[in-house]
């Protein structure tokens, strides 16, 4: 059996702070970190390893850099790592990184592709779903347990707002997880070793049978109009006082807004 | 067009560096260069004080262009994916329906439901609640939420009708299949919209999302495909009104033969021991790190039950193991915004005011005066939260009467 794991490096975004002057974003030395659900979702892949027979092939799209996230998933128990880099792929929005991601797996052939449920820099937990219609295979999102796996079928529990859902699907698939799935473990010394001396696949444009046009900005159907701060247009108040005095002020607002 | 920066201009000042929210600046030679990262989102051209950054001029891609325009010329309307939970219309298709009418207003266009799985009497109250037409599915196979039946469906409706928009809400069942849709009719999908607005010229959807965490704000235009598709959380947008003379138009939809390679074998409905169902709450009392311990969310569950609220959490104190995940609150938890939202003990670290600080009012408790969470907060209280909520139960309790 054969199981990708798309993984995304991301700045570790809860150590990004905001300058409060500029209003800016100060992201110098935020450090690149594996996108956390995705780690769920290697872990689930390199669990499966331990029941039947799999090769855990680990897929990035990224710049040159993004190797180093590979490796980290070498020596967290993935077997070879595929790094999908080319200048076209740059400015991609979600539909353009999920056609390529696409293009990629139909490379390099799999059974289950497992996303995290989204990434934390993004949000938007789209990558996955649209990743599985470009592949024409079903999808399951936030999977929050696997509950059986066979050679054409698996079972899993899908996460639901009001509770969760048993779904079974036909295989191949492609899962999106939540990190109630498991606990990621820790590199292996073995590991280790492995993720210095293994080798990366590196994918171009030309590699993957995509249409130009279908790529990078290009091939991107959004477009970032503008970014701007937050604002904040609360009024702000401090209530000051004994704590009887303050809970006595806090009882008034509470009446004024109609809460109470 | 693609960005450029005129060398002879550059004077090496740096300043474009910061403002690019991609990294795509760089210095080359004490010179700014733009590299391959950049989205063309033309921050930094009003940042440079020299105006050496520029948008290049170009007609590579007019052609095309004009190709798209042609092709999606007669796409008008307004689609609302209107989710069902156990045949009932979910809040948010209200909510959806609300934000559809206002931008159908400015398009001088109406509003059309789709409502999978649930009967006439529900499509009924979607017209109560601002939809001009509803088109209906009601094959009991579509009471449980599968991605291949509800993709096939709404992109079927879709390349048949050619709606302008598509709103749908950012649930566990449209943040799953909607990309799917999206993907599929080869158009782009803006997630998690806090604001939707009409372009004055254009007449695109300006889409406002938070990136990188909720640090800032984007504003996403898609301009040349359609339709134009937006997901928006629950709670984000306001009802519209609901009038129970309104007319409308309800349309059978026929499947034939539905298929899907996923089915739903049990769904299973999980009430934590709090009961809490955080999108849905007005009011959240919320305990961080300073809670301490079990002991300290007794005292936000005693406050809890005297407002009518639910308790939520921070990271911090989920991962103590003092409250379920199910209450977590924040960038990793759920993204929540309450008409009141205490945040107790939060010190507030940017992972979680990015899923609260859209609350109507927040009331922050915490004895360090210099707690970030002071920044976001309406009412900011410096105390001990073991002293100040058992008085502040009580006096709400004899107010209440109860």
Known sequence: MKIVVCIKQVPDTAEIKINPETNTLMREGVPSIINPFDLHALEAAVRLKEQRTVRVTVLTMGPPQAEGALREAISLGADDAVLLSDRAFAGSDTWATSYTLAKAISTIGADIVLCGKQAIDGDTAQVGPETAEFLDIPHISYVRKIESVEDTMIKVQRLMDEGYDVVQSSLPVLLTVVKELNIPRMPSIRGILQSKKCEIRTLGKDDINADENDLGLKGSPTQVKNIFAPESTAEKKMIEGTAEEKVESLLGELKKIKCL | ?402
């Open chain 2, 1 to 402: 067009m693609p960005i450029i920066v005129k060398i002879d201009k550059c004077t090496g000042c740096e300043t474009c560096l910061e403002s690019c929210p991609f990294d795509a600046i760089v210095m080359k030679e004490d010179k700014a260069y733009i590299n391959e990262y950049c989205n063309e989102c033309k921050t930094c051209l009003e940042v440079c004080p020299e105006g050496a950054i520029i948008e290049m001029a170009g007609n590579e891609n007019t052609a095309r262009k004009k190709a798209l325009k042609e092709k999606f010329a007669d796409y008008k309307g307004i689609f609302v994916f209107a989710e069902q939970r156990d045949g009932k219309a979910a809040d948010v298709s209200y909510e959806l329906l609300g934000a559809a009418r206002r931008l159908a207003g400015e398009l001088d266009t109406d509003v059309s439901a789709v409502l999978l799985g649930a009967d006439e009497s529900e499509a009924q109250e979607l017209i109560m609640w601002g939809a001009d037409r509803v088109y209906l599915c009601s094959d009991p196979e579509l009471k449980s939420f599968n991605d291949d039946t509800y993709a096939g469906i709404l992109s079927d409706l879709i390349e048949k009708h050619k709606p302008s928009i598509v709103l749908a809400g950012a649930t566990a069942i449209g943040r799953s299949f909607i990309p799917r849709v999206a993907a599929r009719v080869r158009t782009g999908l803006t997630a998690d919209c806090t604001s939707l607005e009409i372009d004055r010229d254009s007449r695109d959807l300006l889409q406002v999302r938070p990136a990188f965490g909720g640090n800032i704000m984007a504003t996403i235009l898609c301009p040349d495909y359609r339709p134009q598709m937006a997901t928006v959380r629950p709670r984000v947008m306001k009802k519209g009104t609901y009038d129970n003379k309104s007319k409308g138009e309800i349309i059978h939809v026929k499947t034939e033969g539905l298929s899907s390679r996923t089915r739903v074998l049990e769904a299973v409905k999980e009430v934590s021991e709090l009961s809490v169902n955080l999108h849905e709450a007005d009011i959240i009392i919320s305990g961080g790190r300073g809670a301490g311990g079990a002991k300290g969310f007794e005292l936000l569950e005693d406050l809890a039950e005297a407002l009518g609220g639910v308790v939520g959490a921070s990271r911090a104190a989920v991962d103590e193991g003092w409250v379920q995940y199910s209450h977590q609150v924040g960038q990793t938890g759920k993204t929540v915004n309450p008409k009141i939202y205490f945040a107790c003990g939060i010190s507030g670290a940017v992972q979680h005011l990015v899923g609260m600080q859209s609350s109507d009012i927040i009331i922050a408790i915490n004895k360090n005066p210099d707690a970030p969470i002071f920044n976001v907060a309406t009412y900011g209280i410096v105390g001990d939260m073991f002293e100040i909520l058992p008085m502040l139960t009580r006096r709400i309790k004899e107010i209440k009467g109860q």
